[in-house]
């Protein structure tokens, strides 16, 4: 039999590689194929065949017992369910996959993979929650137990969670290197627990099985309480700290045992770590410690006897998401001295985690870390921005030589560490920054020769990290830290761009149903730890972070479980708005009303108008009330709910005449003249195609006013940039993207920022810090502007709703990028692009995966002198030349490595006119929705969306 080139590699397991705990009975598989750069092209899957068996042993031997789906004839690599034998708890299911390429020809089996299942109801919990007698405050509680083991151990896998943080032990040594486990959630709907392959920890005889637990987001400080009358600071979701584990041994003759967390543990409270709290720091005292508390032979005499506490509300669940790990360590750049005795280690960059510090002192010597993100002008770190977060952490030496202090049940936002109460001066080696973040893969890169756009994208990308800390917060540092959700609404397409956050973004849409209201409100933030009836639900853009987030996922993953998920509450979300707005403009109940958060009407600068940029906020409302209804028709279409479809589809229609009625005049003037309402209605496909010209000059025209530069905040301005490119002035987009004066990316970057700041005028020179109660300098919501330059800068898109993945492939270079190179890493494989002008000389040589389909867009004032392989378009082999549009030549092929050339007359890199970019209109079936959410992938029926049965 002939073999093909493909290889089934990368095996995933409900988004992740080789889960540890799966608690969906019939989880989905999938795989990207791999082929040799000088494959023959266009490869393509045509069938594949998935064994999946209950030991490795048995995969091997061909002896499957669990599934065997067959050669069964599909293009799919994703989403692909499993179907066979109903699993149990606990058990591990080993898989592979071969397939079968267009010539019929087969693979060889894909390096085996595996996922265990995890608990699969509550009555296959035999652990019972355990904690201590006293209520919050009170040191972080030690937990452990003994037990034998007389025989030989095939296998042992360990499930825990906690009412708090944990960190669990077995013999001596801390489990796994995830960190602040088990993350947050709504501790009164969820409970993630984390599963752990513990087989290599056990030994014959004496085992010890312990944790130690900190109070974490179930009962320590929550940010933004301050805003919620009778809120408490601390103990939101309970006062009592728990424990919850369950290990499973399965011994060599086949025997299996539980041992689980029940009254027979013990406890102290007498440990080193005396405070632990996510705002404010650790309190370690090295004095306390008890060395040996996890090991065998450990004295417990004076440890007391666990109380069992209730189960709490909360349904347990696997953890669905990667979890949070230390990604980088940091060496600091320099160290400052501001005060005798007095350190300031300056890392270089701004980070989210902790440090470790190597110290010597006297015992009792109490040693003091305090973070933060800037300097003041005196040397002194800056922390009035951090408002009542102290991020301040505190050591007291054990004495005796060198020690080595990590805290841990913590984290903080920083670049600058001041560390005082030593005894003599510290070397700049002896500390060290541990950098962590949700270790959801990488899935993109780019550098270009403008080291201005270099400084930007790695300022987005170490915003991204520094604020996914299990959920997407808006920053790491102050007293908030909240998953708000119109910071991921603008930022997801972004963020998919940088990492695989399939898993990661599921979760947080499960922690932003969760807190839907109960007449249909969606949140200002998930997790919710207060009560949406009340508050912080209900406003526009904010709770329509819902419907964009999942098709944001559909589009990148192509997920339709998530329109599923999601369908139900964005439809009682549509309903609650057109229940309080029966005439269609949303003028009534906007509750917090953000609108256009922090555009050009807060700025502190005295040359700029202090007024005229923020939208009417009933315009934005009516608008997003338009884009989450035809989204809501497009998610039904999409599941095969054709009435729901057509309802919604007119719905939008008739919110859509209402909004031009009331807020649209004749020559395409919308209510507010604002440059983020022309790219708000424009993006959404709000206005009449013989309007949009004149709204789109309208946008333009309000540059002028700023002097060229943006007016927008939050919400508007990666839709501003999407529209400048999409109807033809890539030229604007960049001439804005290369600014270095305030308001642009380039004026933090000329101030040293490594991060986004989140307000665009965080720090003025002669002016100073802006309000220190809204001034964050690491928030991802601006940096929303990575998504343009991927699509434009590196020319990459996306759209993986159908079978195969829909590519595009675009650069725009301009006089101010003339040579890009990246990859992105799509759920089919990786798309690599490498470009360059020199003189008149344009050469582009992209890669493409396996599976899918690529639109190509070369750029050239000749398109009679465009080659690929010094071909042209029409002779190249596995590519069809479509036509041109605008100063693009454009081609469709399928996977391979393909080298255009082109004449490309510099005056073409400074024309107002470089289009190609109506080839990526990015509008869903309802021609409304998605322009401005994934804007841009070329339809390749027009008018269509994928349908199903539901």
Not at 930 to 948: D, H, I
């Amino acid at each position: 039999m002939d073999h093909t080139h493909l290889t089934p590699v990368a095996l995933r397991c409900e988004n992740r590689a080789s889960p540890p705990a799966v608690d969906v009975a019939n989880p989905r598989l999938g795989w990207t194929l791999h082929a040799p750069s000088d494959a023959t092209r266009n490869s393509w899957q045509s069938a594949y065949q998935i064994q999946v068996a209950s030991s490795l042993e048995k995969l091997a031997a061909d002896t499957v017992d669990l599934w065997d789906s067959e050669k069964t004839a599909s293009r799919r690599t994703t989403q692909v369910r499993y179907d066979g034998q109903p699993l149990a708890s606990a058990q591990q299911c080993f898989w592979r996959v071969r397939v079968w390429d267009e010539a019929d020809r087969q693979s060889g089996w894909s390096n085996p993979a595996v996922w265990t299942m995890g608990i699969l109801s509550r009555e296959a919990w035999q652990a019972r929650w355990i904690g201590v007698e006293a209520a919050i405050p009170h040191p972080a509680p030690f937990f452990r137990y003994d037990f034998k083991v007389e025989k030989g151990i095939r296998r042992a896998h360990l499930y825990a969670t906690a009412c708090g943080l944990y960190r669990m032990h077995i013999n001596g040594a801390a489990l796994a290197d995830n960190v602040l486990a088990p993350e947050w959630t709504d501790y009164h709907r969820r409970i993630q627990y984390q599963g752990y392959d513990v087989t290599d920890c056990l030994q014959r005889g004496d085992n010890v099985i312990g944790a130690c637990v900190g109070d974490g987001w179930y009962a320590g400080r929550i940010g933004i309480t301050f805003a919620v009358p009778g809120a408490s600071p601390r103990g939101i979701y309970g006062r009592h700290l728990a424990l919850l584990a369950q290990l499973h041994i399965e011994f060599d003759d086949g025997e299996q045992c539980v041992i689980a967390t029940d009254d027979g543990w013990r406890y102290s409270l007498k440990g080193p770590i005396r405070t632990a709290d996510l705002l404010d720091g650790i309190h370690y005292d090295a004095r306390q410690e008890m060395p040996g508390w996890d090991a065998a032979g450990f004295d417990d005499a004076d440890w007391q006897p666990v109380v069992e506490r209730k189960a709490p509300a909360g349904r347990l669940v696997a953890q669905a998401n990667e979890p949070v790990r230390v990604g980088q360590r940091i060496a600091p750049q320099r160290m400052l001295e501001p005060v005798p005795g007095v350190y300031v280690f300056d890392l270089g960059q701004n980070v989210t985690g902790w440090v470790r510090l190597k110290l010597a002192g006297r015992r009792g010597q109490a040693i003091q870390l305090r973070h933060a993100e800037m300097l003041s002008e005196d040397g002194h770190i800056y922390t009035e921005n951090l408002r009542t977060a102290s991020q301040t952490d505190t050591y007291h030496c054990r004495g005796g030589g060198e020690e080595v202090f990590e805290p841990v049940f913590t984290y903080h936002g920083f670049q600058f560490v001041e560390v005082s109460g030593l005894s003599q001066r510290p070397a700049l080696t002896d500390l060290e920054a541990c950098a962590v973040w949700t270790s959801a893969p990488e899935a993109g890169d780019l550098t270009c020769s403008n080291t201005l756009y270099n400084q930007i994208f790695s300022n987005i990308r170490w915003t991204q990290r520094n604020n996914l800390i299990g959920v997407p917060t808006d920053c790491p540092q102050r007293d908030e830290r909240m998953g708000w959700s119109a910071d991921i609404q603008v930022f997801a397409q972004t963020g998919c761009f940088n990492q695989d956050l399939a898993a990661t973004l599921t979760k947080w849409l499960d922690d932003f149903c969760d807190a839907q209201a109960d007449d249909g409100r969606l949140p200002d933030f998930a997790p919710h730890p207060f009560d949406p009836n009340r508050c912080f639900s209900g406003t526009p853009g904010w709770g329509d972070a819902g419907p964009i987030v999942a098709w944001c996922l559909y589009r990148n993953y192509g997920d339709r479980d998530i329109l599923r998920r999601l369908y139900e509450p964005t439809r009682r979300w549509i309903e609650w708005i057109h229940r309080m707005n029966p005439n269609l403009l949303w003028r009534e109940a906007r509750h917090n009303d953000y609108g256009e958060w922090l555009n050009a009407d807060t700025f502190q600068f005295d040359h700029l108008p202090s007024q005229g940029a923020d939208m009417p906020r009933d315009v934005l409302a009516t608008a997003y009330f338009f884009r989450s209804t035809a989204l809501l028709a497009d998610m039904a279409q999409v599941l095969g709910r054709v009435e729901d479809a057509e309802r919604y589809r007119g719905l939008a229609d008739r919110i859509k005449g209402a909004f031009n009625d009331a807020y649209v005049n004749r020559e395409g003037r919308i209510v507010g003249d604002t440059q983020a309402g022309y790219a708000i209605a424009l993006s959404f496909g709000l206005l009449a195609e013989p309007l949009e010209k004149r709204a789109f000059d309208h946008m333009i025209r309000r540059f002028d006013d700023y002097d060229g530069h943006l007016s927008t905040g939050f919400i508007a301005t990666v839709l501003l940039m999407n529209e400048l490119t999409r109807r033809g002035r890539a030229d604007l987009a960049h001439e804005l993207l290369n600014k270095r004066t305030c308001p642009s990316w380039g004026y933090s970057v000329e101030q040293g920022a490594t991060t986004v700041w989140e307000r665009w005028d965080g720090f003025v020179r002669g002016k100073g810090f802006q309000d220190p109660n809204m001034n964050s300098f690491c928030h991802f919501a601006i940096g929303s502007v990575g998504e343009w330059m991927y699509r434009n800068v590196l020319g990459v898109d996306v759209d993986n709703t159908a079978e195969i993945g829909q590519l595009t492939v675009m650069p725009r270079p301009s006089r101010h990028v003339t040579w890009a190179r990246g990859y992105h890493r799509t759920i089919h494989g990786r798309v690599s692009v490498d470009w360059a002008v020199q003189g008149d000389r344009l050469t582009l040589e992209v890669t493409t995966p396996a599976n899918c389909e690529t639109t190509i867009g070369i750029l050239s004032s000749d398109m009679d002198r465009v080659r690929e392989s010094g071909r042209t378009l029409r002779e190249a082999p596995g590519l069809t030349f479509i036509g041109t549009r605008g100063a693009f030549a454009l081609v469709r092929g399928g996977s391979g490595t393909y080298r255009f050339t082109s004449v490309c007359d510099p005056a073409l890199l400074e024309s107002a006119d470089q289009t190609g970019c109506g080839l990526v209109t990015g509008k869903s079936a309802s021609a409304t929705a998605s322009a401005g959410l994934t804007a841009s992938v070329e339809q390749r029926r027009p008018g269509a969306v994928p349908t199903a049965t539901g």
